[in-house]
């Protein structure tokens, strides 16, 4: 992956962390979930979401090789 990704990987995360931090702590569905939330968690949050990106990236990649008419 070049830097450019990574830094939009990193971006992400961050504003994840920012969100969760800010406004997500202050919800009642955080009590709701009823479990342990690690250090890694935003981190894990960021590469879930991440991977999304690169499957509509690569379903992107495959419609196009195809000439098939995106969605």
Do not use: H
């Not at 994840?16 to 250090?39: C, L, R, V």
């Amino acid at each position: 992956m070049n830097n450019e990704i990574l830094k939009l990987k990193s971006s992400l995360c961050d504003a994840i962390s920012k969100w969760a931090n800010d406004e997500g702590a202050n919800m009642p569905g955080w009590d709701e979930m009823d479990t342990y939330f690690g250090d890694s968690l935003y981190e894990l949050m960021a590469d879930s979401a991440f991977n999304v990106m690169l499957a509509q990236r690569d379903l992107t990649i495959y419609l196009r090789e195809e000439k098939i008419k995106e969605p």
